[in-house]
């Protein structure tokens, strides 16, 4: 039973979860993101774990394990203004 009560802990505060996964495993994403966002966690994590079109419906999230260089090129492309 102690683990049950230790598993909804976890996910009770596990808000962040994709974004500090996302820190420790692209970092290069994680600064532009966060620049993007103006260091913005909740906001930064909400653009993360939603779906995009660019991305055939996936979320960046998901996409980092496909292309993580099409995760990047959107964030490059928010900060220039190329929306082509």
Do not use: C
């Amino acid at each position: 039973m102690p683990n049950q009560n230790t598993k909804s802990h976890l996910v009770s505060h596990s808000d962040l979860t994709e974004l500090e996964q996302l820190k420790s495993e692209y970092f290069d994403i994680y600064n532009e993101l966060m620049s993007q966002f103006k260091f913005d966690d909740r906001t930064s994590q909400e653009w993360l774990i939603t779906p995009k079109r660019p991305l055939q419906g996936k979320s960046p999230f998901e996409q980092l394990t496909v292309n993580a260089d099409e995760v990047m090129d959107i964030l490059v492309r928010m900060r220039t203004g190329d929306f082509s």
